[in-house]
DNA sequence: CCGCGACTGTCAGTCTTTTGTAAGCCACAG
DNA sequence: CTGTGGCTTACAAAAGACTGACAGTCGCGG
């Protein structure tokens, strides 16, 4: 398991390795932008850990090029804190998953071992959902091939839900993750949003779970 | 699950308290130093929100006290952007979590839950009791698998006999956790939420002790 | 530059579920 | 037997979720 730390923050980058190192994988560092998007494009790693910070030639960028040039190997992001709106601009950007710093290397060393897993399965920004499709990359949910067209913020909703599956969403965690920080307290705006989804993919995909939340439905 | 937020900034507070409350904590709030120190002394939280710059008595020293005396309620640290000395001294002095503001309210969600998960020794979001099982995650208490659904006050209600087994539960400890401060003091609501409960999961769950309160029913 | 259509959020109305209250009954401990 | 504490049931109020209509915004083509 060959595994690219990309991190410019000495400190950061050093625990990385070391915990992953003893963790199995073969682990190498770069430490900006432009040659971590050189060394991804051009060699064969079996997942990436990526800082958004990096020097150069920001994280969401570099993997807006890999996913546009076809490359798949999973990608990991850190996140700063406070700066949420990055994970949904970086799961949309094609990311496999994201962990927010300061973290818990045990975290990364679990979550890696899945996207690597997973990848196995299947290496691609899909993700499947009952009959349906989910692509990170085009942004477009199939069903069964078929594109059908959600709009961007259908889609984000979409996201990440699958992306948080067997979980209840609440409607206030939604709306922090796809609505821009200032939300309204009392809009039904989610449950609109909900609605829309459910009239394009079906009355089941999503779930209600009266006073918890929504989740997506059995079977997805 | 009972918090307590130690903030001295209205709007954070504000903030907090009302996704905290929307989480499924019931929460409560001081601005000063030594009333928290005070009110972390004497009463029972399941978890304490601290920032550290609170007027009168600043937090570090409100924690080391409570820590000197043997107080051991999980202490999640609020300090200001960048400051690592704070953190380590933080963790120095006996907390368990801190997060950097400005933070996403969900984070502050997340982590509480874990803290609050990490204090009862539970690892994992499942927590089985007889043939039930308990998932945070899901929001779900199911017997034998089968989800039986509970609405969200029974279910705070199964969580809280869950994360205490063991021990006798006033009716006056359940009202303070699952219910938000303003109560009423001769009501039967939480006889009756337990007679609801019962109906659902079964009458031996939950075991009365007449004149001191409930308990989880053996072999629970 | 204007008008049209797509997209979203807001609002008001309605329906459903949940929850607290009240009142009377039951049962256990003394 | 008696009284307190707990249980049960029914009811009404509150909360939560859904719907359809509407209006503001944005981008595009004419």
Redesign the pocket.
Known sequence: MRVLIAEDDDRIAETLMVSLSRAGFSVERESDGETVWFRGDSEAFDAIVLDLGLPQLDGLTVLKRWRRAGRTAPVLILTARGQWEERVDGIEAGADDYVVKPFHVQEIVARLRALVRRANGLASSRIAFGKYTLDLRTKEVSADGVPM?L?????KLVSYLVHHRGRVIS?LEITEH??NQD??R????V??????V??RLG?DV?K???????ALGDGY
């Open positions: 067209d709009t961007p913020q259908e889609f409607q796809i609505y939300y309204e009392d809009s039904n705006a449950e609109v949003l909900v609605a829309r459910r009239k009355t999503i209600t779970r009266r006073g918890f939340g929504y």
